[in-house]
T-cell receptor, first 110, second 115 residues
Framework: DQQVKQNSPSLSVQEGRISILNCDYT??????FLWYKKYPAEGPTFLIS?????DKNEDGRFTVFLNKSAKHLSLHIVPSQPGDSAVYFC?????????FGAGTRLTVKP | GAVVSQHPSRVICKSGTSVKIECRSL??????MFWYRQFPKQSLMLMATSNEGSKATYEQGVEKDKFLINHASLTLSTLTVTSAHPEDSSFYIC???????????FGPGTRLTVT
């Protein structure tokens, strides 16, 4: 039972443009959402998070949007840079349980 | 999509005892499994990487004698926290990668509380 889904396994974007990574969830009890970034041969690193009481959180080039009614969140990266090329995982937590999506591989082309 | 399960989802144990956590790939064969520990501020630390049938590779600073990892089959890896102490209380997450696939699928995690 995949409670957190990232339906796009890969995304390719030109440098300088916006990258939008999407994540859907099914469990309405999730109250905190996180995005992780993972480079090859490294563990995921925390990127940005958002509480369920908010609909937007911004940190530099990264913005996470939460649409609770649609059970959807997205990560916007603008402008995209080649160094952003990595796998991005979204995660959701409820009552100390954490569920991860399968990840989206972002490639930013120079 | 690929499913990874962990058992138990929560465990409370007394200080000095050992706890085993199982990680299973339910619908694919995982040649490589990873064990992570979640620290405060949501960061995930890679503890070790295990390949089926061989010894796990531990990250620097992770005590291999304390965190025993066994990857005996293509669908099962276990993490045993030996002589657990309260500071071992944490959220442990496994992930699995299949043959020929670069994708990594995470388990739901195990909340360990050592009293």
């Amino acid at each position: 039972d995949q409670q957190v889904k990232q339906n796009s396994p890969s995304l390719s974007v030109q440098e300088g443009r916006i990258s939008i990574l999407n994540c859907d969830y099914t469990n309405s009890m999730f109250d905190y959402f996180l995005w992780y970034k993972k480079y090859p041969a490294e563990g995921p690193t925390f990127l940005i998070s958002i509480s369920s009481i908010k609909d937007k959180n911004e940190d530099g080039r990264f913005t996470v949007f939460l649409n609770k009614s649609a059970k959807h969140l997205s990560l916007h990266i603008v402008p995209s840079q080649p160094g952003d090329s990595a796998v991005y995982f979204c995660a959701a937590t409820a009552n100390n349980d954490m569920r991860f999506g399968a990840g989206t591989r972002l490639t930013v082309k120079p | 999509g690929a499913v990874v399960s962990q058992h138990p989802s929560r465990v409370i144990c007394k200080s000095g005892t050992s706890v085993k956590i199982e990680c299973r790939s339910l619908d694919f064969q995982a040649t490589t499994m990873f064990w992570y520990r979640q620290f405060p501020k949501q960061s995930l630390m890679l503890m070790a990487t295990s390949n089926e049938g061989s010894k796990a590779t531990y990250e620097q600073g992770v005590e291999k004698d304390k965190f025993l990892i066994n990857h005996a089959s293509l669908t099962l890896s276990t993490l045993t926290v030996t002589s657990a102490h309260p500071e071992d209380s944490s959220f442990y997450i496994c992930s699995a990668r299949g043959t020929g696939s670069g994708e990594q699928y995470f388990g739901p995690g195990t909340r360990l509380t050592v009293t």
